[in-house]
């Protein structure tokens, strides 16, 4: 049976420490949510990382606009959040409309705000190893196989998916903890293959129990990003858990793994952006 790396208890520890280093410092930070439109798993996903501030002693401020906004009217939003002195962290809630320009909005966030690393800019630098703001769920990614104990170093890690928000950079990471990284993606010619050779096996493709017991190495590391919800609202990620416990060495719940480690990573941010701030 494998180990279950806890992320609520690791989220935790790491809410509490920056909850105190709030207090100690006398920060006065403010993250403001852009949503546009009412997804209801955006509005699920808000209210975590409100209550979540609200715990740590940061101000919380959802900014929303119509389903019907037009470009003109994000960017709008976006430059008045820049602008406002107050708001120290900023994050635009995904997906948009179809009528929206993602990278046109995500480039004009203030870099120093961006506390999702959603930024080119700060895409770029945390790409060449020199970003402050780096991305919540690949950060958290990488925090809990550290805060576990588990070795990355020399580690063949296969990652599946490679999206901007979480496949590509925790690649980068992976790589810049040493580790020997493959991504894999829809396209990718025996993938239960690839993954039998990973010591790390990250699933982040949102196909529900999709990693099954055959493509996992004895004893190897999962950590499960993936969230699907199944019919009666139950959640699940891309890795089957049942099956695949059996033979990992450790593996990360869903819920309760990946998912509070990226509301703490942006915990952190939100303080390191108002660090960046104050120079
Ligand atoms: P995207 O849809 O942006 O990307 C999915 C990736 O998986 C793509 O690269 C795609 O390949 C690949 N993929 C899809 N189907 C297959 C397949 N059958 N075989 C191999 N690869 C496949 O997803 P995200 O990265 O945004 O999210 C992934 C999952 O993680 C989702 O369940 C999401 O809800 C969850 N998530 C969880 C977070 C958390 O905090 N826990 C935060 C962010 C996301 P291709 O590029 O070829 O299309």
Not at 91 to 107: A, H, M, R, Y
Not at 171 to 194: G, Y
Request: some cysteine; overall charge neutral.
């Amino acid at each position: 049976m494998a180990k279950i790396i806890c992320g609520k208890t690791h989220s935790a520890a790491i809410r509490g420490e920056v909850a105190a280093r709030i207090k100690t410092d006398g920060i006065k930070a403010k993250l403001a949510v852009v949503l546009v439109g009412d997804n209801p798993a955006s509005i699920v996903y808000i209210n975590m990382k409100k209550k979540a501030c609200e715990e740590v002693g940061l101000d919380f401020e959802l900014k929303k606009l119509p389903e019907s906004a037009t470009q003109a009217e994000v960017l709008a939003l976006i430059d008045e959040i820049n602008n406002d002195a107050e708001i120290t962290g900023v994050l635009v809630q995904q997906p948009f409309p179809p009528q929206l320009n993602k990278d046109e909005i995500l480039s004009r966030l203030d870099p120093r705000k961006d506390v999702d690393c959603l930024n080119p800019h700060n895409v770029g630098l945390a790409a060449t190893g020199q970003g402050k703001l780096l991305p919540c769920t690949p950060a958290g990614c990488i925090e809990l196989l550290k805060r576990e104990g588990i070795e990355i170093c020399g580690k063949n890690s296969v990652i599946v998916g490679r999206s901007e928000i979480v496949g590509k950079p925790l690649a980068l990471m992976l790589l810049a903890e040493n580790a020997t990284v493959t991504i894999c993606h829809s396209r990718t010619k025996n993938l239960a293959e690839e993954c039998r050779r990973a010591d790390i096996l990250v699933a982040a493709l949102g196909r529900p129990k999709f990693i099954t017991a055959d493509m996992v190495k004895p004893n190897a590391i999962i950590i499960d990003v993936g969230v699907n919800r199944l019919e009666g609202k139950k959640i699940c990620g891309d890795v089957d858990y049942d099956a695949c416990e059996k033979t990992a060495s450790h593996i990360t719940p869903v819920p309760g793994g990946v998912g509070p480690m990226t509301v703490a990573t942006l915990m952190e941010n939100c303080v390191k952006a108002w660090e960046i701030q104050r120079g």
